[in-house]
């Protein structure tokens, strides 16, 4: 869960900024859309767990009925493009295959208060 603290280094150059719902990648900012940015939230908040596709479709999605994998991989995909510094050999964001994802924060990605700028 969110501790309060609102930036994740992920990288040293690719931060998560949890309190303004953006990235900054290589010093540009990015902004996922609401419904991607919600289940990065989700993800942020259970980082290290494998994490079903059928709970990140009822997260993503908790008024819908008859959504399905497909509708989230489009959003993974999204999340995997702002956070991985090599977008086409994941380490950050990982498929487990007809299972999940799992948000494997390296262990430098130490969370920040920002008034400790």
Known sequence: MNDG???IFITPTIV????????????????LPARTWHLFAY?????????????????????EMG????????HMHRIRQAIEPD????????????VGY???LPPFSAEKKSSSH
């Open 67 to 74: 959504h399905d994998p497909p509708d989230l991989y489009r």
């Open 102 to 104: 799992l948000l494997a």
């Open 43 to 63: 993800l942020l908040d259970h980082p290290h767990r494998l994490i079903a596709d059928v709970e990140l479709i009822r997260v993503g999605w908790p008024h």
């Open 5 to 7: 603290a609102p930036l």
């Open 87 to 98: 977008p086409r050999h994941p380490r950050i964001l990982l498929t487990r295959r007809e």
């Open 16 to 31: 998560v900024d949890r309190d303004q719902q953006l990235i900054t990648r290589y010093h540009r900012t990015l902004f």
